[in-house]
């Protein structure tokens, strides 16, 4: 047996398309709210009246909260972790000793057997002590090897890896490459099949938790031969094993505390009962791992939400400006309005994905697709607002107030610490046409091969009948629903409260707007349609605006039943809504009304050097290295800075 060269293979658009289709979960089991919404169809049923949590859930989720805030407020330096780039070892081992690598972990396995929702709530709280120590928890149980264990693993992967998860051993995930990124289909690391074992060669970039990391998650291809289907396949690997080598700890704008690393492979056996699942199976383990593991990233960007918030309200109540306190100045205000409204939309979208993914009634892709989505997004503008009405103190770093004695706000380091977030665990770009796909699903499920020119006109003509039969029944669907009832969703009118009805009226009524839309698009464009990536990013974007509206009043609906500051949490949501209705209605005029057709002419003309002559009149101060570095495979040539936290 010899080790393979692993320079990426190459493939055309479809084959990494049809990648990308076969890793991704074919059927619809359960009901979506999401889907549904995007069909034009706003089933409140399926999340009103909120679902909620059980007592005894509660009770032993609110244990863990109060010991982790003592843990955060008592142990955790967030200046130091900045400053030195590195969580202190002693800040791991307490988190370790507090139960927190196990909070997602059975107790069976001796984890804290936490819920969704109470998982969240500690990633939020951990997070606003340091974002570095929420991308630790969450790097190692939301995609690390506890997840896939528990929803791919064997009896006895459960029983060797998860005990260890949950108190000593820190985890990693390991896909990206470094000329691979959302395109699996050109994954380079192999896995050859040798007896009982499997050799694993390549190289893997940009792995959270891999510098510190005692287990990983590993993809790697396994070619097709005798006895193998082959195909992406997932392995757990110990880090401690021969042949792999750290090689490089990355250091990036923000995050600064986090183990991000470079990580060599090299004739690396790993055996044959570590592989996760069949063989093959590796991109939709990765992807259904996904599906509820993406929620983490929302939970932090929540937490964000409400620092920036409390910031904006102590600063903006102290400093003054023309003789009153800037939060009067509507400029300002309304800054505050935002972030006040908004952070209460995402904790909404938030709870009720975790509750829902809790429950399990309901398939939870696109809600957990579009918080991801949208947290990122949302909290990046609070953050960046938050700078702004901070003025020059906002730009100025935590240490330099300190130093000349104001309080050290570390506004700068929260914007640049979010900017990751709408890069991580897909980007804003992959996650728009990946909810597009999904959104789209029940059109190309009974119209997809009308459009696909690769089938046989048999099978268009099969298709053509099972598409005039959805539609006959869809289609007058769209025309009228409770929207156009005054009376409609009465219930989220209480006497003395905002009248939130109008709100959802308006949900329902833009739903079969955006269904109607999607619809004619795809007469339009047809096969072409997955090619207009700027039309289905504002399709995605209105269905996530409409998604935490709904979130929005049902959790403002929920805290008033319960008692819990109901009037006040109306009118964030009404708040909330009237922005987001500002919004939706810019997305939906730029459907049709944009400049996409002069923006690819005008890419064209820059790839094409026809602009050239612009960037005349200033120095690059990048060097002349290569943009993409080609890993030369075999044994690392670099020392290994791999440090395992005991």
Partial sequence: MTAPATSSPTVSEREARQVAEAAREQHWRKPSFAKELFLGRLRLDLVHPHPLPADDDVRRGEAFLARLREFCETRVDSARIEREARIPDEVVTGLKELGALGMKIDTRYGGLGLTQVYYNRALALAGSASPALGALLSAHQSIGVPQPLKLFGTQEQKDAFLPRCARTDISAFLLTEPDVGSDPARLATTAVPDGDAYVLDGVKLWTTNGVVAD??????????????????????????????????????????????????????????????????????????????????????????????????????????????????????????????????????????????????????????????????????????????????????????????????????????????????????????????????????????????????????????????????RWLPKLVAGPGQLPGSYAEFHPRGHTDLSGHLRYVERHARKLARATFYAMSRWQGRMESKQGFLGRVVDIGAELFAMSAACVRAELLRTRGEHGREAYQLADAFCRQSRVRVGELFDRLWTNTDDIDRTVVRGVLGGVYEWLEQGIVDPSDDGPWIAEPEPGPSARGNVHRPIR
């Avoid at 006040?340 to 399990?360: G, I, K, R």
């Fill in 215 to 472: 287990l990983l998650v590993v993809m790697a291809r396994v070619p097709r031969s005798e006895g193998h289907r082959g195909g992406i396949t997932a392995f757990v690997v110990e880090a401690a094993a021969e042949g792999v080598t750290v090689e490089h700890r990355n250091a990036f704008m923000g995050l600064r505390g986090i183990e991000n690393g470079v990580t060599r492979f090299h004739r690396v056996r790993v055996p044959a009962a570590h592989r996760i699942g069949e063989e093959g199976q590796g991109l939709k383990i990765a992807l259904t791992t996904l599906n509820t593991g993406r929620l983490s990233l929302p939970a932090m960007c929540v937490g964000a939400g409400k620092w920036c918030l409390k910031i904006a309200r102590e600063w903006s109540g102290v400093r003054e400006q023309w003789g009153k306190p800037v939060a009067l100045h509507e400029a300002v205000g309304s800054k505050i309005s935002f972030i006040a409204a908004t952070t209460f939309a995402l904790e909404a979208v938030l709870e009720l994905s975790s509750q829902m993914a809790d429950e399990d009634r309901n398939d939870i892709r696109i809600e957990a697709a579009l918080a991801k989505l949208y947290g990122s997004e949302m909290a990046w503008r609070m953050a960046d607002e938050l700078v702004q009405i901070r003025g020059g103190r906002g730009f100025e770093t935590a240490d330099s107030l300190a130093t000349r004695g104001e309080r050290a706000v570390p506004a700068e380091q929260m914007l640049r610490d979010l900017r990751i977030n709408r890069i991580f665990e897909g980007s804003t770009e992959i996650m728009h046409l990946l909810i597009a796909r999904e959104a789209v699903d029940a059109h190309l499920a009974v119209a997809g091969d009308l459009i696909d020119p690769a089938k046989s006109l048999p099978d268009k003509a099969r298709a053509g009948g099972r598409a005039g039969v959805f539609y006959a």
